[in-house]
């Protein structure tokens, strides 16, 4: 355990934090890497347009100014080898009849960064070529395409797997090739939390997937992703089909492991893909945003609905994600399904917490609280500083106990759906009236201004920046205090979650040595 309670705690100024451990040193992901990717909505339903329209709606929804950067091709582009050019991939021309290239300056000129997939493998999962035995060619084609992040999946791995080493040198010789080029490029291992990839990951890749894949459910039982229950987690066949509380519970255990630089990846988002609830998609991004997941939307971005759109632009979420400390959240305690109200069940209650950079006091950092019933009912769920705090010093003895904290809910700035509503409307306008979809016309059409007024624009400020200057959308607004010893409480939907930021009360600090 290389990040403890007490290093957190000593990261006054920005010296230690900037000797601090950093994951793979290609200088991307700093904070985990935020994107879009067409796979768990349209599968292999790829094509040019989808991805150039798709960068589109990113800029004009404001996506990009909340830092959705990557814009991710996944599997099904290829259509074979070519033998009179080094054995490099061919493009399908059916799908992308310009090539790769210049779907890749499209996405460039909306000041986005393109992704695509390829496979540790013979093939990939949709049986197209896989890059193993392959890896500088493609690399090489990648970077000559202008590619900026590659997700390497791990079907068809024809046995190469079943220790840390052997899987390690698989992905490790991708990354060795990606750096070969001298072009950054993040790299998103996938290989399912095959190996403990959280182990040896952050030497390879930018982040590395924990578990199988993920799909649009709350938290139903599928015999397809076996290693079920709070506390499984070591997965020798991580499955597929897994939900957002099966992916969240096994996380649980190796939350130390991520970093500026290299992030356990809970795969991407399903907000927005029609299966779960409204609470249940502001709880699964909440606990994304919370673990530093990478955020990669999901979802078919040609068919929002509002409230989707609004959970995806919650920018004081966002900014508890890409907060610079770069710390995930831990589970403080859970309480099993049927918990302590005897309903009908469910999948438990937890607290989570965790450190985020703090400026209000340069002994105290401001603190995430995650509260998540998965219970089959709304409950009111309480959590002391004791258990908040638990890190940071002796049980029960953390100078935080003692003190005053602002309760800022992140969820209360919400937008509301008129508002996502207009902006989805207005983006239609403006690809309509130029025939095609353009994205300098959202920003200057007179109505889309006031729109975007009251939203924050990590484009124009980091939200390091914004954190720093007190942004009132970030840190959203205090909605009560908890006292010292006290409690904080909140009534949280069936199968949701609250999220609160806390702030030390600048008047109830005491110096270290004061207490
Ligand atoms: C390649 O790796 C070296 C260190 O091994 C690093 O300094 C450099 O930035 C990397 N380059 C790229 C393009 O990732
Ligand atoms: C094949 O690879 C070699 C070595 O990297 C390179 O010099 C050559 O130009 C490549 N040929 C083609 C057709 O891309
Ligand atoms: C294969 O590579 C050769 C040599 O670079 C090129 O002329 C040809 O167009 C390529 N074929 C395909 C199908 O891309
Ligand atoms: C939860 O409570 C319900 C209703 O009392 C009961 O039927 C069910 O068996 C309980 N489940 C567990 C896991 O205890
Ligand atoms: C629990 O939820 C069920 C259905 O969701 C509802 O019928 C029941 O009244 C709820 N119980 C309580 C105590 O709220
Ligand atoms: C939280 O505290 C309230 C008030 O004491 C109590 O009614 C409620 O049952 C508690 N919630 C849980 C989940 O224990
Ligand atoms: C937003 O729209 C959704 C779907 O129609 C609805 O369930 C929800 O209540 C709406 N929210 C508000 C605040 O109106
Ligand atoms: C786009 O233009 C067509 C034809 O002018 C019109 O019928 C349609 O309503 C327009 N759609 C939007 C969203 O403005
Ligand atoms: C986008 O629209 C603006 C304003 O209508 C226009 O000046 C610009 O040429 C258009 N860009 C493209 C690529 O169509
Ligand atoms: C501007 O947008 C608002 C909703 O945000 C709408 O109520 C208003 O009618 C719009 N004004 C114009 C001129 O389109
Ligand atoms: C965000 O700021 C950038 C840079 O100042 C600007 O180009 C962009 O139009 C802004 N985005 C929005 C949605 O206002
Ligand atoms: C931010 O707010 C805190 C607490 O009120 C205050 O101590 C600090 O000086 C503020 N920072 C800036 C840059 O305004």
Redesign the pocket.
Known sequence: MFRSGSFVIAVAGSALFAIGVRGKDNGLAITPQMGWDNWNALGCDVSEDLLVQTANLIVDYGLRDLGYHYVILDDCWSSGRNA???N?LIPDTTKFPRGMAAVADDIHALNLGFGMYSDAGRYTCGMYEGSLGHE??DA?SFAEWGVDYLKYDNCYNEGYAGNQLISSTRYRTMGDALNATGRPILYSLCNWGEDYPWNWGSTVANSWRISGDIFDDWDAYDARCPCEGPDAWNCELPGFHCSVTNIFNKVAFIVSKAQPGAWNDLDMLEVGNGAMTDPEYVAHFSMWSAVKSPLIMGNDLRDIAPQDLSILSNAAVIAVNQDPLGQSAARRWLCHGNGTNGESGGSGIQLWSGNLKGTVHEDYNDYVVLLVNGNNNATVMNATLEDIFVDSGPRGHAPQVDMSWEVRDLWAGRMSNETAQAIIDASAVASNTTNGYNATTITSGGNATAIFDNRYNATAMSYADGLAANNSILLGSVTTTVQPSGTLTANVDRHGAAMFRLRAIPTAVRKRDEL
Request: aromatic residues 0%.
């Open positions: 009179s050019s080094n490099s500088t060619v090489n």
